[in-house]
Antibody
């Protein structure tokens, strides 16, 4: 059974750095093809993809937020960490971590799909002084 | 960046009727399109991937179609639990993965 759970501060002040942790179970990020992403949702608004980290350590970022984001993994703890610097009230949102589905072709070779098959319940982060 | 546009923003449909939701991409995304359902206070749930393949456990009343830039999610006979917000997402041209702004399906 795959589960993901986000944890971190509910409130941060403007200009501070946010650190969020995604703790997962039911799969391993050391398995070839496994990837985890962070996605956020401002109150009443659309979903915004932030970052992805792959089993091999490759990292990918939102082009508009790349200078502020760092994603990392601790395979031994089954955790993925997202840091976002210089927080602003517009960053107030629910932050989700999600697993990227892995598919296999008829030859048994894997490929990373790009859509999200399991999500955490999300954690609301408010940015306010 | 591929811009995803969903229509309508709100759709009012009676239980038992059919609902048709649209998603348009600003450029071709082939069939790399997913649909999600989100209920208040919950995380999104994957419904459809590859534009038309139902995810595990998704009822057959949900179906997806389209390719390139035009996509449709159809719910054939609405049940009470289907009233929610629906998002589309492209995963062809990334980073970034991009989502539509959502369609709220409400009870008429």
């Amino acid at each position: 059974q795959v589960t993901l759970r986000e944890s971190g501060p509910a409130l941060v002040k403007p200009t501070q750095t946010l650190t969020l942790t995604c703790t997962f179970s039911g799969f391993s990020l050391s398995t070839s093809g496994m990837c985890v992403s962070w996605i956020r949702q401002s109150p009443g608004k659309a979903l915004e993809w932030l970052a992805r980290i792959d089993w091999d350590g490759d990292e990918y970022y939102s082009t508009s937020l790349a200078t502020r984001l760092t994603i990392s993994k601790d395979t031994s703890k089954d955790q993925v960490v997202l840091t976002m610097t210089n927080m602003d009230p517009v960053d107030t949102a629910t932050y989700y971590c999600a697993r990227v589905d892995i598919r296999y072709d008829s030859s048994g070779r894997f490929y990373v799909s790009g859509y999200f098959d399991y999500w955490g319940q999300g954690t609301l982060v408010t940015v306010s002084s | 960046e591929v811009v995803m546009t969903q229509s309508p923003a709100t759709l009012s449909v009676s239980p038992g009727e059919r609902a048709t939701l649209s998603c348009r991409a600003s450029e071709s995304v082939s069939s790399k399109l997913a649909w999600y359902q989100q209920k208040p206070g919950q995380a999104p749930r994957l419904l459809i991937y590859g534009a038309s393949t139902r995810a595990t456990g998704i009822p057959t009343r949900f179906s997806g179609s389209g390719s390139g830039t035009e996509f449709t999610l159809t719910i054939s006979s609405l049940q009470s639990e289907d009233f929610a917000v629906y998002f589309c997402q492209q995963y062809d041209n990334w980073p970034p993965y991009t989502f539509g702004q959502g369609t709220k399906l409400e009870i008429k």
